[in-house]
C-alpha cells in the first residue's frame, strides 16, 4: 500500500537554494513510502516492459531477508504488478535479448547462483551457474563416511586437515558438516552421504554489454560476476557462456561499456580494494587501480571511471589507471549512479551520502547538493513514464522519492569546494615544436653519454674547488668564525679614516647558547717601520652570551710614499698565546690588506 508523505505534489525543489554552484531546479514529483520494502543498491532499474513508450520501474523488494522477497514494477506513483521471488536478489538489469517484434525488454534476477529471466513480467527461463571443480580428496572421505569406514568425529578431522592445507575449497556440505554440534553430526552423514557433492558459486554483480551494435535498443548479452572470481559473458538467447574471465579476487562492484563483437571494459571493484579493468583480447586483467580503501561505488563517466570509497572520498581515474582527481565527502557514501543527458551533452556522477544528502559531481567539482527525508539506499537517473530527466531515489526506511528535472534547467561549470579552480586544470595552448627545437633534441639525444659525462666532470671538479677552498680556510682560520666547539667566537674587524691616522674596530661575540667565554686576549703583529699602534696587546674581559663587545685601537701611518701592508690580528687564550683563534681583516686606503695568519707559521 502506498501513503503519502509529502504534499502538495510538483513544488519546485530549487538545488540552487542548497548549493550556490548552479541554477538548476528540480521538482518534487512524489515522496512516498513504500510498506515493508527494502532495496539494495542495484536492485532497481528503468524499463519500456510493455513497449509503449513509457519506461517503468523495477524493483528487487528484499522483503524480511528470509521470505517475502518480490519483483514490484511501479507506473507513475502506484504498484503495478508483483511477483514472488524464490530467493534474494543480488543484482537485477533489463536488457533486450532478440530482435522479435514488439521489441520488450526482459529483466534478469541474479538470485544465488541463478539468473531468473522476466519476460512481459512472467518467468521465461532460469540459467544455472556451472559447478566448480570439487576436491578429489574430499570425495574419498565422504567415500569412507558412504561404506561406514570412519565415524563422524574422523569425518570431521580428516575435513579440517583439508580445510587447512587443500588448495581447492571444501563444498558447502562439508562446511556445514563442521558447524554442527557432536550430537548433530551422524543425523547429517545418515542425510547426505548418499547423495553426491557438489560445490556451487554465488553471483555477486551483473550487468549488460551489447552484442554487436552501440544503439539504445541493441541485443545485450548478460554479464556477472562470481563468488569464486569468474566473470562470464552469456549470450542473450541461448543463455550459454560465451567468454570467460579471471580475477584474483571476488568481484562486488561492475560497470560494462563497449560491443562484445568489436571491443569491450570492464571495469570491476573487488573485495581486496583493488579495481580491475578486463578487455577482450586478455582473460586477465589488463590494468589495476590500487585504492587507499575499499570501493563502495563506481561509475564511468566518458572515457574516466569514478570510485566511492570508504574513506569518504571520491577519486577519478582514467581507464589506464592513472589517477586524475580527489574529492573529499562530508559522509560516508551509500550509493552511486550516473547522470547522463545526452540531449544536452551533459554528465555527471550523483553520490548518496549518509548524511542524508545527494551530491552532484562533474568531475572534481561540486554542482548541487539535494537534501533527503532519510538515507539513499539506491538511485536510478533516466527516462521515466514520458519523463527523460527523472531523478528516482529509495531509501532506508523503504520510502521512494521522484523529482524530475525542469527542462529551463542551466548547469554551470562552477566550483564550490575548496582548491584550486577549474581554470587552472585547462591545458595550455602550447606552441608547435620549432625546427631550431627539434634540431637541438636530435643533437642531445646522439651526443647524451658526451654530454652527461662532460657534466659529471664538470660537476666533480666543482665540489673539489669547493672542498679545496673550505679545507684552506679552515687550517688558515680565515673565516670570522672560530672552528672550536668548546669556544665559539665571532670577530669583525671595521677600519675608518682616510689616513695617516687611522681607528680600528673589532667586534668580538660569544655565540654560545648559555655559556661565558673568558680569559682571552687580542694582539697585533705588524710592520714596525710602517704603522704604529697605541696599544697593541688588548685583555679581553668576560664574554657574555649574545652581546657585542667593541675594542677600539687606532693606527698612525709612518710612510709618506703610500705604501700599504697587512695587520694581523691574533685572538688566543691568555694562557696559550698560540691559541687558534685567528681573523682576517680587510683593511682601507693605504693600509690595503689587514690578514690574519696562524701564528705557526
Sequence with gaps: MLTMTQSPIFTPFPLASVSH?????????????????YFLLFSTALSDLHGDGENKLVAGDLGTGVCNMKLKVYHGTGLLSESTLLDLPTGMVSFL????????????????????????????????LPSLEVNPLEQDVWSQAKEDMIDPMTLKEMLEGLRDKAEIPLSVRSLRFLMLEPQEMEDFVLLHKEQPIRRQTVITCIGTLKKNMADEDAVSCLVIGTENGDVYILDPEAFTILYKMSLPSTPNLMDVTGQFDVEFRITVACRNGNIYILRRDSPKPKYCIELSSHPVGLVRMGKNVVVGCSHETLHGYTQKGKKLWTAYLPAPVTTMALMDLPTRGFQAVLVGLANCEVHMYRDKNL?????????????????????????????????LIVKILKRTAVFEDRDSAPGPPIAQSIRLNVPKKTKLYVDQTLRERENAVAMHRAF?????????????????????????????????????????????????????????????????AISFLYDENLYSMRTAFFKIPLLVPGLNYPIDTFVECLS???????????????????GPYIFRITSMCTMKNMQIENPDE
Excluded at 554552484?21 to 520494502?37: D, G, I, N, Q, R
Excluded at 554542482?367 to 532506508?396: A, N, Q, W
Design 456 to 520: 659529471q666532470m664538470d660537476l666533480s671538479r666543482l665540489r673539489l674547488a669547493a672542498a679545496r677552498a673550505y679545507v684552506k680556510a679552515l687550517e688558515s682560520s680565515l673565516t670570522p668564525m672560530s672552528a672550536s666547539l668548546t669556544e665559539p667566537l665571532k670577530m669583525n674587524a671595521v677600519v675608518q679614516g682616510l689616513g695617516p691616522s687611522f681607528k680600528l674596530t673589532l667586534n668580538i661575540q660569544n655565540t654560545a647558547a648559555c655559556r661565558p667565554v673568558m680569559n682571552l
Design 97 to 128: 535479448m532478440d530482435l522479435h517484434e514488439p521489441r520488450t525488454p526482459a529483466i534478469a534476477v541474479a538470485s544465488g547462483p541463478f539468473i531468473y529471466v522476466y519476460k512481459n513480467l512472467r518467468p521465461y527461463f532460469k540459467f544455472t
Design 560 to 578: 709618506d710614499k703610500g705604501i700599504s701592508d697587512i695587520i694581523k690580528v691574533r685572538l688566543s687564550p691568555i694562557q696559550n698565546i698560540h
Design 21 to 37: 554552484c548552479c541554477t538548476f531546479t528540480y521538482t518534487s514529483a512524489v515522496s512516498t513510502e513504500l510498506t515493508s520494502s
Design 367 to 399: 554542482v548541487s547538493t539535494i537534501k533527503t527525508p532519510d538515507v539513499v539506499t539506491s538511485i536510478c537517473f533516466g527516462r521515466y513514464g514520458r519523463e527523460d530527466g527523472t531523478l528516482i531515489m529509495t531509501t532506508k526506511g523503504g520510502g
